[in-house]
């Protein structure tokens, strides 16, 4: 993906570029006339699951460098351990913009009952995006290779 990874600054941008599509999408959602939907409990469990799968296979690969190695272990599955961890990472930064956006459309209207009851909800769903931006920035943090002492050393 980057040469140098994934930083936060890149994961709060996704947030930041997906939070105003959001936004912009329920506004005219709510101005047709319709309530916003509420938020499904599954997502955080889905959202749940995956951060544990990217974390169990960023500790693999950690596993590998420190010496552990296990007789099927690949480059290639080291590489697709990156990749599901900078992925993980850049899909909880779009599912904290996606629902922040909802909050952002939801809160003038929060008195509605219905909107009341979506508050903690959206609160979990977007605490949920965060812990899978966190545990795919540590899973690609575990997957960097160590520095070669040699690469610093003049010729």
Known sequence: MLLDGLR???LVTVAAATTLFSAVLWHFYARSGSLLPGP???????????AVLVLWGGW???RYQ??????????LR???????????????AVVVGWFL???????????LTPYARQLVPL?????AGVVLSVAGLLAQHWC??????RDGAAT
């Open 60 to 62: 693999q690969v950690r």
């Open 123 to 127: 609160g979990v769903l977007i605490a």
């Open 40 to 50: 499904a409990w599954l997502t955080v469990v889905v959202l749940l699951v995956l």
């Open 66 to 75: 420190h010496g552990r190695h296990d007789k099927d272990f690949t480059v």
């Open 8 to 10: 936060p600054v890149h």
């Open 78 to 92: 080291a590489a697709r351990a990156l990749r599901l961890a900078q992925a993980g990472a850049i899909t909880g």
């Open 101 to 111: 956006g909802h909050l952002a459309i939801l809160l003038p209207d929060r008195d």
């Open 144 to 149: 960097r290779l160590p520095k070669d002492p």
